[in-house]
Nanobody
Framework: QVQPVESGGGSVQAGESLRLSCVDI??????MAWFRQAPGKEREGVAAIDSDGTTTVADSVKGRFTISKDNAKRILYLQMNNLKPEDTGMYYC?????????????????????????WGQGTQVTVSS
């Protein structure tokens, strides 16, 4: 398994859009997800896609963010529309997260256990008002 690589971050104005990509050479149908961490805050889950294709998004981004994947290209995406300053942070993708995705069908309050999955180095998203 090779570490995923995120891209697509940048600095935008509020209301604009970005699409993050996560290239995972070890792409498979396991649970995959996007997380973010703002300065001084804990990491939080943003969106997840389970092995059966079920997608979930956190309430804070519902209606604005969409997670999807291209199996042929082995890319996981996070389409982010109508960005807000509170969306600012480092965004990470992760693969092989076990039962994490199923749990997000009920709540995004929990994070995967430490050491679980393969994580990228992150891509920075900055949204100014």
């Amino acid at each position: 398994q090779v570490q995923p690589v995120e891209s697509g971050g940048g600095s935008v104005q509020a209301g604009e859009s970005l699409r993050l990509s996560c290239v995972d050479i070890g792409f498979n149908n396991y649970c995959m997800a996007w997380f973010r961490q703002a300065p001084g805050k804990e990491r939080e889950g943003v969106a997840a896609i389970d092995s059966d294709g079920t997608t979930t998004v956190a309430d804070s981004v519902k209606g604005r963010f969409t997670i999807s994947k291209d199996n042929a290209k082995r890319i996981l995406y996070l389409q982010m529309n109508n960005l807000k300053p509170e969306d600012t942070g480092m965004y990470y993708c992760a693969n092989e997260l076990g039962a994490y995705c199923y749990g997000t069908r009920f709540s995004f309050s929990d994070l995967p256990p430490p050491g679980l999955g393969y994580w990228g180095q992150g891509t920075q998203v900055t949204v100014s008002s």
